[in-house]
């Protein structure tokens, strides 16, 4: 099992850094935010990818990253543009073959496979530390603009 431990850098304080975003333009605001998500998206990609079961070749455990979606990718999954978003999982094709095929039987299972549901409990486990990170990433990124 994983284990996690969070700390606030020194000088963080979530409510500071939320109130010191709402200060800014909408154009820095968004920098801000695309800034602070992909930092929080480390700790999630770190704990999936020690819990990712690693087989005889290991391509499902190479294939975890993180990923910064683009206006257009939000727009086709439906997002709002304004937001930011990060997909975190199996997005890299190895050997020509997308892992996120694999890595849902891995998951869920079939009635051949056991379900191991590595990618809910590494979530579960992220979850803590995504958000410190958050803050981290968001609270660096305003001391850079001042």
């Known amino acids: 099992m994983v284990e996690l431990s969070v700390k606030y850098k020194p000088g963080v304080n979530p409510k500071d850094a939320q109130k010191k975003l709402r200060r800014l333009s909408d154009d820095l605001q968004g920098k ?7 930092g929080a998206g480390t700790p999630a990609k770190n704990i999936l990818k020690q819990n990712t079961p ?7 455990h190479g294939s975890i990253s993180k990923k910064q979606l683009s ?25 020509g073959v997308h892992q996120g095929y694999i890595a849902r039987f891995l ?3 079939t009635k051949n496979i ?7 409990r590494s979530a579960d486990l992220a979850t803590e530390g995504a958000k410190v990170a958050f803050y981290n990433g968001l609270q660096r990124h305003l001391d850079k603009t001042k």
């Open 107 to 109: 998951e869920f299972g």
């Open 71 to 95: 206006k257009r990718a939000k727009g086709r999954l439906g997002v709002d543009p304004s937001r930011s978003v990060v997909l975190i999982g199996p997005n890299k094709k190895i050997g």
């Open 32 to 38: 801000a935010l695309k800034a602070a998500t992909s």
């Open 114 to 120: 056991k379900a191991r549901g590595f990618i809910a």
């Open 54 to 60: 690693i087989g005889t070749t290991g391509d499902l």
